[in-house]
Every structure is written in C-alpha cells, then in structure tokens.
C-alpha cells in the first residue's frame, strides 16, 4: 500500500500508517498540479491539508487511488463529485481543533471585556494608565453564541464555568447544554447579548449575517466575536458600529480576503481601531490540535483501507463493518437499488466476487463509478474494493 502526505502533516500520521507495513512518503509541500498529477498515479492514499488541489484532471492520473484524507476542516480544495464518481473515498478532521478555537474564544471574551489589547497597546508605548471604568468581570454577563454546533456547544460549557449566561441561536434542533438557552431568534440573541460569538459554517445563510441592522439590533456597549468564516460579518459596518461605540469591542480571526502566505501588506479596514483584537486565522492552530488532526485523519484513512470503513466520508454512505480478517470488501456502487441486488446484469461484478474472500457490499446512493484505463480487475469494473 502506498501512502503519499503533503503539506507537512503531523509526524503521528506517518507513524501510524507505517506501523500498518505500508510505504508513507511525506513531503512538507504542497505539490502544484502537474507534480501532483504524476505523484499521484500509482498511490493508494493521499493525505493533503489546505493547499493542495485536488481538480478531476488530477484524478484522472490516478490508477489505484482508494482514499483522499484532508488533515484539516476544510474540503473545498478537493473536486469531491469527481472523487464520488471515481470511487474514490474522501475524509477529513472535523473536530480536532474545536477545543482550541473555544478557548480562544474563551481568553477573547476576558480580554475585550477587561479592555487588555488598549492598556497592552498603552504600555508597548510606554504609557502607564490604569483604568477601571471600561473593565468588566465576566461573571453574569450573557454570551449569545450564534451556530450551536461543535465550537459553539464547547464554548456554551466553557463559559458557563466562568459564570456566563448563555443563549444560542441555531437553525437546528440542538440539545441544550448545561443552563443554556435557546433564543427563539436571531434578533431576541442579539437584543440580549453582552457579548456575541459566531460558531456558524460559510453558506448562503450565514454569508453577511452579521451587517449593519444586526450590528444596530446588539446592545449598546456590547462585543463581537468571529472566530467561523470571513464572510459571515460585514467589516465595514462593524468598523461603523465601534468608531460610534454602539459596539464597545471585536475580536475577528477570520476576513473575507486571506492572504495565501505569511508576510507584510496585509490590509483591513479594522486595523488600528481601539479594543479590537485581530488574529490571522488561528483560532484552530495549537500543537495540540495539529497532533489530533494527524491521529484522527490517519486513523480514518487507516480503518478505510484496512476494513472499509467509511465512518466519517464526506461523500461516501456511512458504514461501519467488521473486519475481514485478511478477506477482502467489495463495495457495489449502485444508482439503482434493483441493479445492485442483480449481479447478473454486472459481469464485472461477478468477475469480482470470483476472486478469493471478496465480499460484496451494496452501497446504494453512491454513483456508479466508471471503467477504469488500467487493468487492476478490481478497479476495472463498477466497483471498488476496500479492506486488505
Ligand atoms: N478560525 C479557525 O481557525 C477555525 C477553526 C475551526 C473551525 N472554524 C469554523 O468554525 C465554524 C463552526 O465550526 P463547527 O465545527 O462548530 O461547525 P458545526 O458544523 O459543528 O456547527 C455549525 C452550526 O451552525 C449552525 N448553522 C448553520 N447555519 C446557520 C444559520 N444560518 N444560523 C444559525 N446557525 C446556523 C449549524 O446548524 C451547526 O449547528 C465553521 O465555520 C468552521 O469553518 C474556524
């Protein structure tokens, strides 16, 4: 089995895909398209983070590849339509770093309140002036948390061990935890809120939420937190609603705009305004998310060629199997549930099921997956085999 990791992924990613005899190459770059096309010709996994495009021409390269593991949130550099169509497995790391946007968020919440960036600012300057008038304890204030999901729901416990009073709004039904209650919307959220935090994903929904009138409809002299997507918040109102101080501070980590590499030139419209913390997108970015992303990314891709396991893939039905004990597991894309129970009508799949300890599994839902150029009889069919 042959495992290629780019972009510098976790060290503990390799060593557990090694410790399974296969061959893992990592490299710390990403590879550009036509390096990527002819890397990825005869690899069986690929593991990549956010750099690395994964385009249908790409995929076209790929003889053997079974699984495309993304070690980060994110799976929009991955054509996933056209890994469905080649049967091709993809997954990713959804809740390693939930932890460490929530304590950002924590820190972010004491650090606005306390007016801490103004009097770090002060002193960086050599300014000695103590205030107590715009510092405020956290305890009893109300946190509105906008998207009750993973990030949101772990803040919702955090801050409630500081004495917060919590509200949410989600577009789902979610389980209320611990004292935290659901607003029955997003302006009731907003009217309450001493302090809002945005935990929603970047959809039609949610791109601009956060503008002017919502701005208008927070408390006065209340906070805004964004540690989701960029473009959840309209920067130029809310550069608007802190220079009239109808908002008293920010924190943001994420901008419609993100620069692809590190370096100076960076431009916003919120840069030097008082009280308002900005951080290039690192709410997620702690060594110890970094490490679980390795573990939990690699442990996917693991069990996926292992056993089959397709627990946690973004475009494949969810499956969680017994292991075959050195057998083989074929899985059956089907578009019609008639044509999967039917094998006659699919002599590549008898052909298939011929070869020894091949076990067949219907997956209807899944595309059919076309005839492959190269001659590997389990992939040259409408099938794609999983598990060794
Ligand atoms: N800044 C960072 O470094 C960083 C790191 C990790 C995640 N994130 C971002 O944080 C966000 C939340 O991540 P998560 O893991 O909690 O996601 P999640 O999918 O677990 O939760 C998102 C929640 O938002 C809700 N939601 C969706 N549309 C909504 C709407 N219009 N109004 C109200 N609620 C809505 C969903 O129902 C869901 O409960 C994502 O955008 C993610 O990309 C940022």
């Known amino acids: 089995m042959k495992v290629l990791l780019l972009e510098k992924i976790h060290p503990a990613a390799s060593r557990i895909l090694r410790a399974e005899g296969w061959s ?63 049967g091709i497995a993809v997954f990713h790391a959804p809740y390693s770093n939930t932890r460490s946007v929530s304590e950002l968020v924590i820190g972010q919440i004491v650090m606005l309140m306390r007016g801490i960036m103004d009097a770090n600012a002060n002193m960086h300057q050599g300014i000695w002036r103590k205030f107590a008038a715009h510092a405020n304890e956290v305890r009893g204030k109300t946190l509105g948390i906008i998207g009750y999901g993973h990030i949101g729901s772990q803040v919702s416990i955090l801050a409630e061990a500081l004495g917060l009073e919590v509200i949410f709004y989600d577009i789902r039904e979610a389980l209320a935890l611990g004292n935290a ?49 960029g473009k959840v918040v309209k920067l130029e109102p809310l550069k608007d609603a802190l220079l009239k101080k109808h908002l008293r501070g920010a924190a943001i980590d994420v901008f419609p705009h993100e620069p692809g590499a590190n370096g100076p030139g960076w431009e916003c419209s919120l840069r030097g305004l008082p009280n308002v913390i900005l951080t290039p997108h690192i709410a997620g970015n702690t060594k110890e998310a970094q490490r679980e992303i390795g573990l939990s990314a ?91």
């Open 181 to 229: 209650r659901r607003a029955r919307s997003l302006k009731e959220l907003l009217g309450a809120s001493d302090i809002v935090t945005l935990h929603v994903p970047d959809t039609e929904s949610t791109r601009g939420m956060i503008g002017g009138p919502e701005m208008r409809a927070m408390k006065k002299g209340s906070f805004l937190i964004n540690t989701s997507r």
């Open 24 to 86: 893992v190459v990592s490299e710390s770059k990403s590879f550009a398209q036509d390096d990527l096309k002819k890397a990825i010709r005869k690899i069986n996994a690929l593991g990549i983070r956010s750099k690395t495009e994964v385009t249908s021409s790409v995929l076209d390269q790929a003889e053997a590849l079974e699984c495309i593991t993304c070690f980060c949130i994110g799976s929009d550099q991955i054509d996933i339509g056209a890994c469905t169509e080649r």
């Open 298 to 388: 690699s442990e996917k891709m693991r069990k996926f060629l292992r056993k089959g396991t397709t627990t946690g893939s973004l475009n494949f039905p969810q499956l969680e199997l017994p292991p075959l004990d050195g057998r083989r597991r074929l899985y059956q894309p089907a578009t019609d549930p008639r044509d999967a129970a039917d094998y006659a009508r699919w002599p590549d799949a008898i052909h298939l099921l011929a070869l020894p300890g091949a076990v067949a599994v219907r997956l209807p839902g899944l595309g059919a997956v076309p005839r492959r150029r190269h001659s590997d009889p389990w992939r040259s069919g409408r099938a794609v085999r999983v598990g060794r």
